[in-house]
């Protein structure tokens, strides 16, 4: 798999991201799963009854791409989540930000881990 591939994964997260974002204010833990040069979305719709009984997602996601990558059906997996994390300002004064986090892993074991903060601006999302 070259760059190129894992390139094309991330931007398919951060413009489905972008969406949610800008049109909820938020999203629900999803995915996308690379064959080849073929990018395929990975969405979870949970409901209420669900969460309340903490069903944990993100695991579910790992645990499905991981098996998929090592029984070859694909050769990345690509997650990507909510959260509210701190960041250093301008002024490096830590302050709580919203931001995705991104998980990544082409051998199925070993998930990378990014955060990317993120501010909506009059509807827009900004990535920061």
């Known amino acids: 798999m070259n760059?190129?591939?894992?390139l094309e994964?991330?931007?398919d997260i951060f413009y489905r991201a972008t969406?949610?974002?800008e049109d909820m204010g938020e999203f629900s833990p999803f995915g996308s799963e690379l064959l080849e040069n073929e990018i395929k979305p990975v969405m979870i719709f949970d409901d209420a009854e669900e969460v309340s009984k903490g069903v944990k997602w993100i695991d579910i996601l790992i645990d499905s791409f991981s098996k998929k990558i090592f029984n070859n059906e694909i050769q990345a997996g690509a997650i990507a989540y909510d959260v509210s994390a701190?960041?250093?300002n301008a002024d490096g004064?830590?302050?709580k930000r919203d931001a995705l986090c991104l998980k990544i892993?082409?051998?199925?074991?070993?998930?990378s881990e990014e955060y990317f903060p993120y501010m909506v601006i009059e509807g827009k999302c900004i990535w920061s």
């Open 105 to 111: 892993s082409t051998d199925g074991e070993s998930w």
């Open 93 to 95: 004064v830590y302050e």
């Open 9 to 11: 994964l991330k931007k």
């Open 86 to 88: 701190n960041f250093k």
């Open 3 to 6: 760059e190129n591939n894992l």
């Open 19 to 21: 969406l949610f974002i």
